[in-house]
């Protein structure tokens, strides 16, 4: 799944898989159940890891 910054649109993640990922942004940082990452335009991005069902 690709991931854009809410605010300028930029690229910041392909996600395929939890060992397949590209990742780009000023900032990147991780947390047990989400990736944090800071666009270049400022804008910090959340990308929730675990699926709520």
Request: glycine fraction near 4%.
């Amino acid at each position: 799944m690709i991931y854009k910054c809410k605010k300028c649109k930029k690229f910041l993640a392909n996600i395929r898989s939890q060992n397949l990922m590209t990742l780009k942004g000023k900032s990147i940082e991780f947390t047990e159940d989400s990736i944090i990452i800071k666009c270049k335009c400022g804008e910090e991005n959340i990308i929730k890891l675990k699926r709520e069902d």
